[in-house]
């Protein structure tokens, strides 16, 4: 594979783009493996160059210049527990995974010394899936019942649910001679008893109870007495935390941290997009040299055009704070398109750029149903997660437009969907939303269709009549599409046109000017106008007859 000529002391003339060339010490530096990211490899890789240059700008590609640190992308998950597994938090009472939201404060776990000790820590994302389910049974009764990929903690380490002793599925996992870290789901009033003799036995504990600092040895016979495969695919949840694990029903579990480019490397498109990533550990570097170069014209700079700059792996290499601060120190306007909730830990620093530049973000938020959600992007941020970051990037007055890409035929243009939709980023301060119906490259489209066929088999053969000859949805079908989101974004104070004429950082208009906290307000303003529009809505609407009726019927 053409991984081959990245490593070090390797001289090939055809490598990767970008990474490096004949006679120097470029491209591949290691691949990483760890445990933060089981199941998932880090390749890191020195740069050539961080700005790429789009030939051939045209209306659907309107910037000359973009940046991707990475290369593939981690929100596909593949740690995850059951959606009723109880999460300690921060005041010592358990709740439902399913029902944390990010900011919360929890209790995780850090080494202090000769002792893991309890820490409180906080909810830095969360997402959902579906996985094959195993339950887990401990000698006091405790059941946690969770992926084969996620990892509990040992008195020997860490250790997956599910493993091998040989060949490609060999990893530590679990045994019935294993014992889990932790206080079980029943001990915890025995833990609590330890500092306050007084007091009561779980669940009856509702004051607020303080473990901090308690080393996480305890008399709980969390002795493992049976793994099972339950046979079938659940919903499952996941987050990640500020120490990197959490309190899963009293014991210490592990939390988690462009696919045709990755055909390219010779990587897969499916499940090595979501798990071979690339990483341009030196983009930062690189970036500020060519951005100080006298022939750089200072235009703008899209990230997030390929993969996600906020993906999960950027908790870990964080790579964006020196991008932004590197591109506004040059003047260089930039624009962010991400569907990560890490944007929320540098919105000040993209405030503080949006003094000096011009700055467009960008969420995408595609599907607002959640059973549909966790199915079609499994490892990404909830739609709530996101539209809970556009709020608080407005209230610190930066714009965000939210992209409802792509919408799937049959499975999100209806105006129940797009409704919905549209309610959604208004109540949490959108600017304004752009929609496109989906469109199936190839590479991708065979991955689109292999996940359509598991899940709606129903549709393949709609699909393939739509896009059967091309990667775009028939022009029939577009143009149908338009009539109905239009009068729907317009009713909200959604549509683009309504904006003022300025053009920010991607090339488009704006909605608002480029900063100020008069943005936030100019946002939640419009929702009694928007009230009023709605009520001319039915006029404007197209009937809701099903699809559009042309010479061949695709979507009927």
Not at 16 to 32: D, I, M, S, Y
Not at 118 to 129: E, F, H, L, N
Not at 445 to 459: S, V
């Amino acid at each position: 594979m053409r991984w081959d000529t990245q490593a070090v002391e390797v001289e090939e003339d055809d490598v990767l783009p970008g990474l490096g060339g004949k006679g120097r010490v470029a491209g591949l530096v290691r691949t990483v493996e760890t445990p933060e990211f089981a199941g998932m490899r880090f390749h890191e890789v020195l740069a050539r160059t961080a700005l790429n240059h789009v030939p051939g700008t045209s209306k659907r590609m309107p910037l000359a210049w973009t940046i991707n640190p990475y290369r593939g992308c981690s929100h596909a998950c593949v740690y995850c527990v059951s959606p009723d597994t109880l999460v300690l938090m921060g005041d010592g009472r358990q709740r439902p995974i399913s029902s944390l939201e990010v900011g919360d404060e929890i209790y995780g776990t850090e080494r202090r010394g000769a002792y893991r000790r309890y820490v409180k820590t906080t909810v830095q994302a969360k997402w959902s899936t579906r996985k094959r389910a195993f339950r887990v049974t401990l000698a006091d009764g405790t059941e946690l019942t969770a992926s084969a990929d996620h990892r509990f903690l040992t008195d020997r380490g860490w250790k997956h649910v599910r493993g091998a002793m040989t060949g490609g599925e060999r990893r530590p996992h679990l045994t019935l001679n294993d014992k889990l870290i932790g206080f079980g789901l029943n001990g915890l009033a025995a833990l609590d008893s330890e500092r306050d003799p007084a007091a009561t036995h779980w669940p009856a504990i509702t004051r607020k109870l303080d473990i901090e600092g308690s080393a996480t040895k305890s008399n709980a016979d969390l002795r493992i007495v049976a793994i099972e495969d339950l046979g079938v695919e659940i919903d499952m949840v996941d987050i990640t935390t500020g120490t990197g694990d959490f309190i899963a029903n009293g014991v210490v579990a592990h939390n988690c941290f462009a696919r045709p480019t990755h055909r390219y490397l010779d990587l897969d498109m499916g499940e090595g997009f979501d798990r071979e990533i690339v990483v341009k550990v030196n983009t930062v570097e690189v970036l500020r040299r060519e951005l100080a170069k006298p022939t750089w014209e200072r235009e703008p700079v899209a990230l997030g055009t390929n993969t996600d700059p906020y993906q999960r792996a950027e908790g870990r290499y964080r790579l964006m704070p020196g991008i932004i601060e590197a591109l506004a120190e040059s003047g260089t306007p930039f624009s962010i398109l991400t569907k990560g909730t890490l944007l929320r830990r540098d919105l000040p620093l993209i405030r503080e750029a949006a003094e000096h530049v011009p700055v467009s973000i960008s969420m995408s938020i595609a599907v607002y149903d959640e059973a549909l959600a966790a199915s079609f992007e499994p490892g990404a941020p909830s739609a709530k997660a996101r539209l809970d970051t556009v709020r608080a990037a407005a209230d610190l007055g930066l714009p965000v437009s939210v992209f409802l890409m792509p919408i799937l035929p049959y499975l999100t243009d209806t105006r129940d969907h797009l409704e919905r939709a549209a309610r959604a980023v208004r109540d949490a301060g959108g600017a304004r939303a752009i929609y496109t119906a989906l469109h199936l490259r190839p590479g991708v489209k065979e991955w689109f269709m292999q996940w359509l066929e598991r899940e709606h088999p129903d549709l393949v053969p709609k699909y393939r009549a739509m896009y059967g000859r091309g990667a775009y949805a028939p022009k029939e079908y577009r143009e149908w599409l338009g009539k109905k989101v239009r009068p729907i974004l317009r009713a909200y104070g959604l549509d683009r046109d309504r904006t003022p004429k300025e053009h920010d950082a991607t090339g488009q208009r704006r909605s608002f000017a480029s900063s100020g906290s008069a943005n936030a307000r100019d946002a939640r303003s419009r929702t009694a106008a928007s009230e009023r529009v709605a009520r001319r809505h039915e006029a404007d609407v197209v009937a809701e007859s099903a699809y559009p009726s042309v010479p061949v019927p695709l979507w009927e």
